[in-house]
């Protein structure tokens, strides 16, 4: 085969989406959809005085290379989780079970003490699923008295036959990076 563009994919172009003036967007993941769509997910800086705001993104195209306007908010779903701390939430992965359509994202959140990984978990519609850990989020705090750690959800993986969701740490481990085992999806 040859690489190039698709000219039956948004008419063989690239692919734009504005945010708003200042907003720039930094993609650091891109997975196919099971509808046949596009998710492209990644960290999002817009601006806010005094310094601007750093929020979690995730972007769905239809199979043809438009916006999916019924995906999100008219195609986009940013999460703000602005938690005490500095306005710099990073995401670093995302993972889609091609079952479900489940979005499962991982990265970094700021706290007024630390900062924490988490996981958060989407619909395939690009809603935040409430039902998920702790309202659609899991935390992971390696402290018993539940203070948040210096740790980053570096990047995420589904088991396709058990649907095992697999998380990997890193932050301030005697041994380096953790894996932690989250849970079994249905």
Known sequence: GSLGNDPNWNSGACVAYDLGTGAEMTVRRVAPAPDGGVLVAGS????????????????????SGGID?????????????NLGG????????MAVDRRSGAIFLVGEVPFST???????????????DLAFGLGGYQSFTLDA???????????????????????ALEGDYVLGTHLAQTGVEP
């Open 44 to 63: 999002v800086l817009q601006p806010a005085p005094p310094n601007g705001d750093l929020n979690w993104f995730v972007l769905k195209l239809t199979s």
């Open 145 to 167: 008295t539940g203070v948040p750690l210096a740790t980053s959800a570096a990047a995420v993986a589904l088991d396709p036959v058990t649907g095992t969701i697999w998380v």
């Open 86 to 93: 500095p306005l710099a939430d990073r995401l670093l992965d």
């Open 114 to 128: 630390g900062r924490s990984g988490w996981l958060a978990k989407l619909s395939a519609a690009g809603n935040l």
């Open 69 to 81: 306007s019924g995906f999100g908010f008219f195609g986009v779903r940013v999460m703000a989780w």
